[in-house]
């Protein structure tokens, strides 16, 4: 009896043990049968809240510690997203584009082109720095190819313009020679057609000589390696040497020669006769400065006279080319004695008679001799304006020695402000100094009377003013 009722005591525990553990499991599994089937949302509110607070005690916490590294990730990448703007415009350059041969070749025609046009040296050489560094040989072709055959003054442009662009860096030296070894490799042939096409290299390489440009030593000898072989290296330094003469003195050409350490058995073949060739091409000055011994020596100071007197014989009866007139200079003056003021107007003097031409009716200026005489008047004013001003001082003298031709001083301001021979500054010190002295409003009276519609740059408004000044000082003559 007692085992029988232990047994069905036994069984009833366990049967109420097994339903109370089923029911846990009911209620545990609750939660998860409505996220599946899709109960309502009364069904799953109701048995989550209960839960919630164990899941801040196991779960939540994880989370809040993802967030807040998320958070403070996201900050660092914004604090680092500054930095990098910053960086950006430094670090990423811009990518020139690389263009093909004959795109390079035609983008160069129009920089040319416009170029030749304007002579803009600074806008030209925006340009250049525009295209690809390494295709520059490609332009310097161009250049070369385009200007060849057109006028003297478009070559000596081009040739400034080369000069230029070698002293900014914005042309290698490499490049240059590149782009020139083309055509003179074919100059020899293209000199059938050409006949010139030594002087018309040079007058392209020659401003390249200039002081800060390329040493006279490396330009020789980078240009004569394609004509080694052709024998024309000699030609076409021969070409180059005669133009700087007419800059400078055969002395002072003949001194860069030998201080460049140039010889001229390096630039003719072995069948080319050294003493021939250069008496054919009259080199002499480069081997052996003939007038050093008389150089040494002081040379006497020649008065304002004989000045005006020798180059009066030079210009107005030998017809003295630019050389000869250098050669002279050189011979007979020191360099105290080149930029002094008697030297300076005797030259100007000479210069501005031997270009005034009278037809019995009226003066002229012939702008030719003008523009002949430009490497010299350059030369020996130097765009000084102190030096420029006593060239205005001779003009003055020579308009009232010719008594005041109409028209005459207008049109010699024309020309030699429109050359380039005496500058804005150099006007505007000679309208001070003359304003300061007595007697002095004759010359711009007279000039007011010639001003016109003929005056288009800034000439017209310097004496406009000083017409309007005049004006008020002085009673009309």
Not at 31 to 49: N, Q, W
Not at 378 to 398: M, V
Not at 460 to 468: D, I, P, V, Y
Request: hydrophobic share 40%; charged share 25%; aromatic share 6%.
């Amino acid at each position: 009896m007692n085992s029988s009722v232990l047994i069905s005591s036994f069984c009833g525990f366990f049967l109420s043990r097994v339903s109370s553990t089923r029911s846990e499991k009911v209620l545990s599994s609750g939660p998860s049968r409505p996220l599946s089937r899709g109960s309502s949302s009364k069904e799953l509110l109701d048995p989550v809240a209960p839960e919630e607070p164990r899941g801040d005690d196991t779960h939540t916490p994880t989370r809040e510690t993802g967030i807040s590294e998320d958070r403070s990730d996201t900050q660092l990448g914004r604090a680092r997203e500054p930095s990098v703007k910053r960086e950006s415009p430094v670090t990423v350059v811009p990518v020139k584009p690389v263009l093909s041969e004959e795109e390079m070749e035609r983008k160069s025609k129009s920089i040319i082109d416009e170029f030749l046009h304007i002579t803009d040296y600074k806008e030209a050489g925006h340009c250049v720095e525009e295209l690809d560094q390494a295709s520059l040989a490609v332009f310097v072709r161009v250049c070369v190819e385009s200007t060849l055959e057109r006028s003297q003054i478009a070559r000596e442009h081009m040739g400034q313009l080369f000069y230029q662009l070698i002293q900014q860096g914005s042309l290698p030296r490499t490049q240059l020679y590149a782009g020139f070894a083309d055509t003179l490799e074919m100059a020899d042939d293209m000199a059938i057609d050409i006949p010139h096409i030594w002087l018309y290299l040079a007058e392209l390489l020659c401003p390249l000589l200039k002081e800060g440009g390329i040493p006279m030593r490396e330009l020789f000898t980078e240009v004569s390696k394609p004509l080694l072989p052709v024998e024309r290296a000699g030609v076409l330094l021969s070409e180059i040497l005669h133009l700087l003469c007419k800059q400078m003195s055969h002395r002072k050409v003949g001194a860069l020669w030998r201080e460049s350490g140039l010889n001229w058995s390096d630039f003719l073949s072995e069948e080319q006769e050294l003493q021939s060739f250069i008496s054919e091409q009259k080199l002499q000055f480069t081997l052996s400065d003939c007038s050093s011994a008389s150089s040494a020596a002081s040379k006497p100071s020649l008065s304002s006279e004989e000045l005006h007197k020798q180059l009066d014989r030079l210009l107005l009866v030998d017809m003295a080319s630019d050389e000869q007139i250098f050669d002279w200079v050189e011979a007979n003056l020191d360099e105290s004695q080149m930029s002094s003021s008697s030297f300076l107007r005797a030259l100007m003097t000479a210069v501005c008679k031997a270009a005034v031409t009278d037809d019995n009716s009226s003066c002229k200026v012939d702008t030719a001799i003008i523009q002949k005489r430009l490497p010299v008047l350059h030369k020996y004013l130097n765009s000084d304006t102190e030096r420029q001003l006593q060239a205005l001082y001779a003009l003055q003298a020579l308009i009232v020695n010719l008594d005041q031709p109409p028209n005459l001083l207008r049109m010699f301001f024309d020309c030699l402000y429109d050359e380039d021979v005496i500058s804005e500054d150099a006007f505007y010190k000679w309208e001070v100094l003359l304003s300061n002295t007595s007697n002095c409003s004759c010359c711009f009276v007279l000039l007011s009377a010639e001003i016109g519609s003929a005056f288009s740059n800034k000439a017209l408004r310097f004496f406009s003013r000083r017409r309007a000044s005049i004006s008020r000082q002085s009673p009309p003559v």
